[in-house]
């Protein structure tokens, strides 16, 4: 049985294939993405150097979405990244990043516990979809670390696949997006 709460090791190995040691077979970047929005940690480590390959792992995954057309960061914030590894504030944006995604996960968590709680919009036709469509885009922003995030979301009908939402989604995007820049002025 794995255990959930440490950090699943996969291996690379010099052929540059991945390997999962829990249950010992090769996995792709899209089995690793799979694995962190069901809420485990993953960990990628060299074979041979032992150097820990996380964080190149991650950001390739990041950037495989993005060339498919899945926009995972607005542009603006990818430029403000770029930007802040010539500036002064390069020390600072990380811990901003960090700091803004707890703050994200701790206002949805407790948003999806309101909407746990007894509440009259609950009787809504499609609220059961809006909520779950809720949890996925929170799970898919937070990389699956959020209270709750073993759970597995009932599968939304298509009808519900649309704009629900998308308002305030964009809305929290876009004050992520201006924190960024004053924090670059």
Known sequence: MADKDKPLLIK???????????????????DIAKFI?????????????????????????????????????????LTDLVRSYTTQAQS???????????????????VMENLGAINPMAKMPGFDAMQAQQRAFLKAMTGGMMPGAAAKPKEEPEEAKDDNG?????????????????LND
Not at 38 to 56: A, E, H, N, W, Y
Not at 92 to 110: C, I, N, W
């Open 12 to 30: 690379r190995y010099a052929s540059r294939r991945l390997y999962n040691t829990e249950t010992s077979d090769y996995v792709t970047l899209e």
């Open 92 to 110: 600072v944006v990380p811990d901003f990043l960090a700091a803004s995604f707890e703050l994200l996960r701790d206002g949805q968590s407790k």
């Open 37 to 77: 929005r069901d809420g485990r940690q993953v960990q990628i480590v060299d074979l041979k150097s032992g150097d820990d390959l996380t964080r190149q792992y991650l950001l390739q995954i990041i950037a495989e979405h993005e060339s498919r057309g899945e926009s995972v960061l607005p542009i603006d914030v």
């Open 166 to 182: 998308l308002d305030e989604i964009k809305k929290q995007l876009a004050e992520l997006q201006e924190k960024l820049s004053k």
